[in-house]
C-alpha cells in the first residue's frame, strides 16, 4: 500500500497565536474579555483541519525543514472571522437612494416611492438563478480575503414564492461550490409584497403553505428569520411564522429592535431562537430577557453607522450578561459593506467593546450563531484551518485602532490560502 502524503502546513514564529481554546464555550458577560494566546508559536495544518499548535520551544525538529514551512515573524495568526448575519444574495446595489438619502429624503420617503426591500425584491425577481449566483459568488471572494470564513447567508430579496425558492437555491449551489462553511435562513418574511399590504394574513399563509413545504423538501434552508418590527411583522407573526419553520425542523434567528422596541427579543427568546440580530432600539427589560437565555445577541453596528442610528448598547448587554456575537448584515440597503474589520474596530470605537471581546464576538460567539462551533471559530485542534494571517503588528489591540488599514497578510480557508 502506498503510503499517501497529507497536505502539510507549518507556520512558525507566530508572534501570537489568537484564540486557542481546548474546548468550546459560548462566551457571556465578562468572559467575552477572556480571550486566550499563545505567544512566540508554531501551528501545524494537515489536510486542512489544525493538528498541532504550541510554543516554538517545543517546535518539532523536522518542521525547520520542510518546503511548506511559512516563517510569521511578527504576525499573529487569528481564527476567520464567523459573519453570522448577511443578506449577500441580492441583484444590484442601491446606492441611488443613499444619494437620495443625503439629499434629504427619509427611510419612509424612499420606502414610499417603492425604495429600500421592495426595490431589491422588484430587481431580485426579474435576474437570473445564474446572475444572483454570480453576483453574490464576487461579495463571498471579497469577504473572503477580508478575513471572512464561514458566513450565514438570508432570503428575502424574492418575496414570491418563486423569488424566494430562487434566492436559496442559489444559496445552495453557494455552499456546494465554496470553501468557506455556509448557513442559509429563510426570510420570507422580510417585508409585505404591496399585493398583501392590507391582507397580512395572505402572505402568512403563503409563507406557510406554500414556501416552507418546499424549503423542507429540497433542504433549502437551516434557519428561519422574520423582520419583526413595528410596520413589518407583529411579535404574533413573527410567532405564527417561526412556529411554522420549526415544526420543518428550522431554528429561529430573528432580525429584532433594530427600529422599535419590537418585543421582538422577548419573542425571539421565547421561542429558543439562536439568534436575536440588530438590537440599536432595546430596554432594560429586553435585556434582562436576552441575559437569562440561551439565545445570542448579533450586533450589527455597519447598519447603525449607515442608517445614522444609535449604536447598539454593548456595555449595558455584556454588563447584564448576554452572549453576544457581531456580524456584518451586508446587504443593499443598510450595510453595503461584509467587512468585519471594520464591524470590529466600529464596535471598539462607538460600542466600547474591548479588542478581546470582538475578537471572541467574531470569531467563537460567531460560530455558535451559525451552529458552527464545532467546526471553526477557535484555534483548537480538530477544527477546520480557516485562519487569518496578519501583517506584522504591535499588538492585538492596533486591528481596531488601525481602523483603516488593511491589515491582513493571507487568508486560510479549510487549508487553502485564498
Ligand atoms: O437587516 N432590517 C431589515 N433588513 C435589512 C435591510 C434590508 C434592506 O434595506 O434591503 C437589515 O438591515
Ligand atoms: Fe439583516
Not at 468550546?24 to 495544518?45: F, M, V
Amino acid at each position: 500500500m502506498p503510503v499517501l502524503n497529507k497536505m502539510r502546513t507549518e507556520i512558525i514564529n507566530i508572534k501570537k497565536l489568537v484564540n486557542t481554546r481546548v474546548e468550546n464555550k459560548l462566551l457571556r458577560g465578562k468572559e467575552l474579555a477572556d480571550l486566550p494566546n499563545l505567544d512566540d508559536a508554531y501551528l501545524l495544518i494537515e489536510d486542512g483541519v489544525i493538528t498541532d499548535f504550541s510554543s516554538m520551544k517545543e517546535l518539532p525538529a523536522e518542521f525547520k525543514h520542510s518546503p511548506s514551512v511559512i516563517d510569521a515573524t511578527g504576525q499573529f495568526v487569528l481564527p476567520a472571522w464567523c459573519d453570522s448575519h448577511t443578506h449577500i444574495v441580492f441583484a444590484t446595489s442601491r446606492e441611488e437612494e443613499f444619494v437620495d438619502k443625503l439629499k434629504g429624503l427619509s427611510y419612509a420617503d424612499i420606502a414610499a416611492k417603492g425604495g429600500g426591500i421592495l426595490n431589491s425584491a422588484r430587481k431580485l425577481n426579474a435576474a437570473t438563478e445564474v446572475e444572483l449566483f454570480n453576483s453574490a459568488w464576487k461579495r463571498l471572494d471579497e469577504i473572503s480575503k477580508l478575513g471572512t470564513g464561514a458566513v450565514e447567508i438570508k432570503s428575502g430579496y424574492g418575496l414570491s414564492v418563486e423569488g424566494e425558492l430562487k434566492m436559496l437555491r442559489v444559496i445552495k449551489k453557494i455552499k456546494e461550490k465554496s470553501k468557506l462553511s455556509i448557513k442559509a435562513t429563510f426570510l420570507g418574511a422580510h417585508t409585505f409584497p404591496i399585493e398583501y399590504k392590507e391582507n397580512h394574513q395572505g402572505y402568512i399563509d403563503l409563507i406557510i403553505n406554500e414556501m416552507l413545504p418546499v424549503i423542507a423538501k429540497e433542504k433549502l434552508a437551516d434557519y428561519i428569520d422574520v423582520f419583526c418590527e413595528s410596520g413589518f411583522f407583529s411579535p404574533d407573526e413573527t410567532e405564527k411564522i417561526c412556529r411554522a419553520g420549526m415544526a420543518y425542523g428550522l431554528k429561529p434567528k430573528i432580525h429584532a429592535n433594530q427600529l422599535n422596541l419590537s418585543g421582538g427579543t422577548q419573542v425571539g427568546v421565547k421561542l429558543g431562537a439562536i439568534s436575536v440580530d440588530h438590537l440599536e432600539t432595546i430596554d432594560d427589560v429586553a435585556i434582562q430577557t436576552l441575559a437569562n437565555s440561551n439565545t445570542i445577541g448579533t450586533l450589527l453596528p455597519t447598519a447603525a453607522f449607515f442608517l445614522r442610528m444609535p449604536f447598539q448598547p454593548a456595555r449595558q448587554l455584556i454588563d447584564a450578561g448576554c452572549a453576544i456575537a457581531l456580524a456584518t448584515d451586508f446587504n443593499p440597503g443598510s450595510s453595503p459593506s461584509g467587512n468585519m474589520n471594520l464591524v470590529n474596530a466600529m464596535s471598539c470605537i462607538q460600542m466600547k467593546m474591548l479588542p478581546e471581546e470582538v475578537i471572541n464576538a467574531s470569531t467563537i460567539n460567531g460560530a455558535y450563531a451559525m451552529e458552527l462551533e464545532n467546526e471553526v471559530g477557535s484555534i483548537t485542534v480538530g477544527k477546520q484551518a480557516n485562519l487569518i494571517l496578519t501583517k506584522p503588528i504591535s499588538s492585538l489591540a492596533y486591528m481596531p485602532y488601525a481602523f483603516g488599514s488593511n491589515l491582513i497578510d493571507k487568508v486560510m480557508i479549510g487549508g487553502e490560502w485564498v
